[in-house]
Protein backbone atom coordinates (compact mmCIF):
# COMPACT_ATOMS: atom_id res chain seq x y z
CA UNK A 1 0.00 0.00 0.00
CA UNK A 2 1.44 3.04 -0.72
CA UNK A 3 -0.93 5.79 0.43
CA UNK A 4 -2.58 5.76 3.78
CA UNK A 5 -5.47 5.87 4.11
CA UNK A 6 -5.68 4.15 0.71
CA UNK A 7 -8.46 6.11 -1.53
CA UNK A 8 -11.74 3.61 -2.68
CA UNK A 9 -14.41 4.31 -5.72
CA UNK A 10 -17.35 2.50 -5.17
CA UNK A 11 -19.62 1.40 -7.83
CA UNK A 12 -23.03 0.05 -7.69
CA UNK A 13 -26.01 1.07 -8.90
CA UNK A 14 -27.94 0.39 -5.44
CA UNK A 15 -27.52 3.56 -3.21
CA UNK A 16 -27.63 1.37 -0.27
CA UNK A 17 -25.17 -1.02 -1.19
CA UNK A 18 -22.70 2.01 -1.67
CA UNK A 19 -23.56 3.26 1.84
CA UNK A 20 -23.55 0.07 3.16
CA UNK A 21 -19.89 -0.21 1.67
CA UNK A 22 -19.17 2.91 3.09
CA UNK A 23 -20.11 2.60 6.49
CA UNK A 24 -18.23 -0.55 7.04
CA UNK A 25 -14.57 1.16 5.49
CA UNK A 26 -15.17 4.04 7.06
CA UNK A 27 -14.55 1.70 10.40
CA UNK A 28 -10.83 1.64 9.46
CA UNK A 29 -8.41 4.24 9.29
CA UNK A 30 -6.56 3.20 6.39
CA UNK A 31 -9.23 3.04 4.10
CA UNK A 32 -11.63 5.49 2.57
CA UNK A 33 -14.26 5.78 -0.14
CA UNK A 34 -13.92 9.33 -1.54
CA UNK A 35 -15.79 8.21 -4.99
CA UNK A 36 -19.16 6.93 -6.05
CA UNK A 37 -20.74 5.44 -9.61
CA UNK A 38 -23.54 4.39 -10.05
CA UNK A 39 -23.20 2.81 -13.71
CA UNK A 40 -20.05 1.32 -15.43
CA UNK A 41 -19.46 4.51 -17.43
CA UNK A 42 -19.18 6.68 -14.86
CA UNK A 43 -16.45 4.55 -12.68
CA UNK A 44 -14.35 4.01 -15.94
CA UNK A 45 -14.41 8.15 -15.82
CA UNK A 46 -13.85 7.86 -12.15
CA UNK A 47 -11.16 5.73 -11.78
CA UNK A 48 -8.18 7.63 -12.42
CA UNK A 49 -6.14 10.13 -10.44
CA UNK A 50 -5.52 9.49 -7.01
CA UNK A 51 -8.17 6.04 -6.85
CA UNK A 52 -5.84 3.66 -5.18
CA UNK A 53 -8.66 1.05 -5.54
CA UNK A 54 -12.06 0.21 -7.46
CA UNK A 55 -14.67 -1.99 -5.92
CA UNK A 56 -16.97 -2.60 -9.05
CA UNK A 57 -20.97 -4.36 -8.60
CA UNK A 58 -20.90 -7.22 -11.58
CA UNK A 59 -24.14 -5.86 -12.98
CA UNK A 60 -24.50 -2.09 -13.57
CA UNK A 61 -26.67 -0.43 -16.46
CA UNK A 62 -25.25 0.77 -19.43
CA UNK A 63 -21.82 -0.28 -19.15
CA UNK A 64 -21.47 -3.27 -16.57
CA UNK A 65 -18.70 -4.27 -13.87
CA UNK A 66 -17.42 -6.58 -16.02
CA UNK A 67 -16.60 -4.41 -19.03
CA UNK A 68 -15.70 -1.21 -16.72
CA UNK A 69 -12.85 -3.67 -15.25
CA UNK A 70 -11.33 -4.41 -18.92
CA UNK A 71 -11.69 -1.05 -19.71
CA UNK A 72 -10.12 0.39 -16.76
CA UNK A 73 -7.61 -2.53 -16.14
CA UNK A 74 -6.62 -1.53 -20.13
CA UNK A 75 -5.76 2.45 -19.09
CA UNK A 76 -4.55 1.96 -15.56
CA UNK A 77 -3.29 -1.68 -15.39
CA UNK A 78 -2.04 -1.04 -11.92
CA UNK A 79 -4.83 -0.43 -10.02
CA UNK A 80 -6.21 -2.96 -8.22
CA UNK A 81 -9.89 -4.12 -8.98
CA UNK A 82 -12.12 -5.73 -6.47
CA UNK A 83 -15.73 -7.71 -8.06
CA UNK A 84 -18.77 -7.13 -6.36
CA UNK A 85 -21.81 -9.87 -7.04
CA UNK A 86 -24.56 -11.58 -5.63
CA UNK A 87 -23.61 -14.53 -7.58
CA UNK A 88 -21.85 -17.26 -6.01
CA UNK A 89 -21.27 -19.28 -9.56
CA UNK A 90 -17.33 -20.78 -10.30
CA UNK A 91 -18.22 -19.29 -14.11
CA UNK A 92 -18.95 -15.71 -12.70
CA UNK A 93 -15.74 -15.77 -10.42
CA UNK A 94 -13.56 -16.70 -13.63
CA UNK A 95 -14.85 -13.95 -15.67
CA UNK A 96 -14.33 -11.43 -12.71
CA UNK A 97 -10.21 -12.95 -12.69
CA UNK A 98 -10.49 -12.43 -16.75
CA UNK A 99 -11.67 -9.25 -16.17
CA UNK A 100 -8.87 -8.18 -13.93
CA UNK A 101 -10.20 -8.40 -11.11
CA UNK A 102 -7.65 -8.41 -8.02
CA UNK A 103 -10.88 -10.53 -6.02
CA UNK A 104 -14.89 -11.36 -6.00
CA UNK A 105 -16.39 -10.52 -3.05
CA UNK A 106 -20.25 -11.48 -2.23
CA UNK A 107 -22.37 -9.21 -1.78
CA UNK A 108 -24.64 -11.53 1.15
CA UNK A 109 -20.65 -11.38 2.99
CA UNK A 110 -19.22 -8.17 1.87
CA UNK A 111 -19.59 -6.93 5.65
CA UNK A 112 -17.39 -9.49 6.45
CA UNK A 113 -14.95 -9.93 3.60
CA UNK A 114 -14.85 -6.50 2.25
CA UNK A 115 -11.96 -5.01 4.31
CA UNK A 116 -9.57 -8.06 3.77
CA UNK A 117 -10.42 -7.88 0.15
CA UNK A 118 -9.69 -3.97 -0.21
CA UNK A 119 -6.34 -4.47 1.96
CA UNK A 120 -5.41 -7.68 -0.20
CA UNK A 121 -5.88 -6.37 -3.43
CA UNK A 122 -4.22 -2.83 -2.13
CA UNK A 123 -1.17 -5.25 -1.27
CA UNK A 124 -0.86 -6.78 -4.72
CA UNK A 125 -2.11 -10.07 -3.70
CA UNK A 126 -5.75 -11.85 -4.62
CA UNK A 127 -9.26 -12.53 -2.48
CA UNK A 128 -10.85 -15.35 -2.75
CA UNK A 129 -14.26 -15.92 -0.35
CA UNK A 130 -13.57 -18.91 1.13
CA UNK A 131 -16.44 -20.66 0.38
CA UNK A 132 -15.49 -20.52 -3.43
CA UNK A 133 -12.26 -22.65 -2.83
CA UNK A 134 -14.82 -25.45 -1.48
CA UNK A 135 -17.37 -24.81 -4.25
CA UNK A 136 -14.83 -25.35 -7.00
CA UNK A 137 -12.55 -27.97 -5.81
CA UNK A 138 -16.50 -29.88 -5.63
CA UNK A 139 -17.30 -28.80 -9.07
CA UNK A 140 -14.62 -29.90 -10.45
CA UNK A 141 -14.37 -33.76 -8.30
CA UNK A 142 -18.27 -34.06 -9.58
CA UNK A 143 -17.42 -32.86 -13.25
CA UNK A 144 -14.60 -35.84 -13.25
CA UNK A 145 -16.77 -38.20 -11.54
CA UNK A 146 -18.93 -37.92 -14.14
CA UNK A 147 -16.25 -38.52 -16.94
CA UNK A 148 -16.51 -34.70 -17.71
CA UNK A 149 -14.13 -32.88 -18.95
CA UNK A 150 -14.24 -29.26 -17.40
CA UNK A 151 -14.42 -26.52 -18.88
CA UNK A 152 -10.98 -24.62 -20.24
CA UNK A 153 -11.37 -21.63 -18.12
CA UNK A 154 -12.74 -18.36 -18.01
CA UNK A 155 -13.71 -16.10 -21.88
CA UNK A 156 -10.97 -14.35 -23.42
CA UNK A 157 -12.42 -10.56 -23.69
CA UNK A 158 -12.87 -11.14 -27.57
CA UNK A 159 -15.43 -14.26 -26.72
CA UNK A 160 -17.10 -12.36 -23.84
CA UNK A 161 -17.82 -9.81 -26.88
CA UNK A 162 -18.81 -12.17 -28.67
CA UNK A 163 -21.11 -13.64 -25.90
CA UNK A 164 -22.77 -10.32 -25.40
CA UNK A 165 -23.47 -9.88 -28.96
CA UNK A 166 -25.17 -13.08 -29.02
CA UNK A 167 -27.37 -12.30 -26.14
CA UNK A 168 -28.61 -8.99 -27.80
CA UNK A 169 -29.82 -11.08 -30.41
CA UNK A 170 -27.26 -9.86 -33.58
CA UNK A 171 -26.75 -12.26 -35.97
CA UNK A 172 -23.21 -13.67 -37.34
CA UNK A 173 -22.87 -11.01 -39.69
CA UNK A 174 -23.70 -8.31 -37.33
CA UNK A 175 -21.57 -9.34 -34.61
CA UNK A 176 -18.50 -9.80 -37.47
CA UNK A 177 -19.59 -6.17 -38.67
CA UNK A 178 -18.97 -4.72 -35.10
CA UNK A 179 -16.21 -6.67 -34.31
CA UNK A 180 -14.10 -6.06 -37.60
CA UNK A 181 -14.33 -10.29 -38.39
CA UNK A 182 -15.46 -12.74 -40.50
CA UNK A 183 -19.04 -14.46 -39.98
CA UNK A 184 -16.49 -17.65 -40.21
CA UNK A 185 -14.52 -16.26 -37.16
CA UNK A 186 -17.73 -15.64 -34.96
CA UNK A 187 -18.95 -19.20 -35.91
CA UNK A 188 -15.73 -20.66 -34.87
CA UNK A 189 -15.87 -18.33 -31.23
CA UNK A 190 -19.43 -19.60 -30.73
CA UNK A 191 -18.66 -23.45 -31.00
CA UNK A 192 -15.58 -22.71 -28.53
CA UNK A 193 -17.20 -20.96 -26.23
CA UNK A 194 -20.42 -23.68 -26.32
CA UNK A 195 -17.46 -26.06 -25.48
CA UNK A 196 -15.59 -24.09 -22.77
CA UNK A 197 -18.91 -22.95 -20.99
CA UNK A 198 -20.38 -26.61 -21.31
CA UNK A 199 -23.27 -24.86 -23.26
CA UNK A 200 -25.69 -26.54 -25.78
CA UNK A 201 -27.44 -23.17 -27.40
CA UNK A 202 -28.02 -19.40 -27.71
CA UNK A 203 -30.31 -19.89 -25.04
CA UNK A 204 -27.89 -21.16 -22.64
CA UNK A 205 -25.58 -18.46 -24.09
CA UNK A 206 -28.60 -15.81 -22.95
CA UNK A 207 -28.81 -17.25 -19.79
CA UNK A 208 -24.81 -17.31 -18.75
CA UNK A 209 -24.52 -13.19 -20.11
CA UNK A 210 -27.82 -12.24 -17.78
CA UNK A 211 -25.85 -14.33 -14.07
CA UNK A 212 -22.34 -13.14 -15.61
CA UNK A 213 -23.17 -9.40 -15.60
CA UNK A 214 -22.28 -9.16 -19.46
CA UNK A 215 -25.83 -7.55 -20.28
CA UNK A 216 -29.12 -6.78 -18.56
CA UNK A 217 -31.48 -8.85 -17.49
Keep these: MTRFPALILVADDHSVVREGLKAVLSRHSDLRVVAEAVDGIQAVELAGGDIDLAILDVAMPRMTGLQAAREINRRAPDLPILMLSMYDREEYFFEAISAGAAGYVLKRQADQDIVEACRAALRGESFIYPAALTSL ?19 TPREADVVKLIAEGHSAQEIADCLSISPRTVDRHRANILEKLDLRDRVDLTRYAIRAGLIEP
Excluded: F, Q, W
Design 137 to 155: MRTYLDRLARGERPGRGPL
